[in-house]
């Protein structure tokens, strides 16, 4: 039963991750810190110019990680909350859980399906 829960776990996750839009949000991240770079190595703009389009993109960048962030917690909180709930319900208990989560067969062959799967989904 807990190898049930636990591949619905990793389904959470991958859906609360396609869901949330981590990759699309990452990447308008990684693509203001470049403009951000770009501006600071500008020869046409002026000191005062530069500093302001800093400033904007150091806010832009924080707000953004904290999305980030706080979307991430929800992927990993959500199957963290299954696996939890079947454990309540005495379907197994944590220990069986973790030993289960933390099995290197369980591991390898979990992310090899992630990987399949985001890539196919993708």
């Known amino acids: 039963m807990v190898y049930v829960v636990l591949a619905a776990a990793i389904i959470v996750f991958m859906a609360c991750f396609k869901a949330l839009a981590l990759v699309p ?35 832009a960048l924080a707000g953004g990680m904290v999305g980030v962030l706080g979307r991430v917690a929800v992927c990993v909180l959500a199957p963290v909350a299954l696996v939890w709930i079947g454990a309540q319900t005495g379907a197994y208990t944590t220990v069986e859980a973790t030993a289960a989560a933390t099995n290197w067969v369980f591991i ?3 992310s090899i399906v992630m990987i399949v799967a985001f890539a196919i989904v993708r």
């Not at 046409?44 to 904007?56: G, I, R």
């Open 108 to 110: 390898t062959v979990s």
């Open 25 to 59: 949000r990452m990447s308008r991240i990684v693509e203001t810190a470049r403009s951000a770079q770009s501006v600071i190595g500008s020869k046409t703009m002026t000191d005062d110019q530069k500093e302001e389009a800093a400033q904007k993109a150091a806010v």
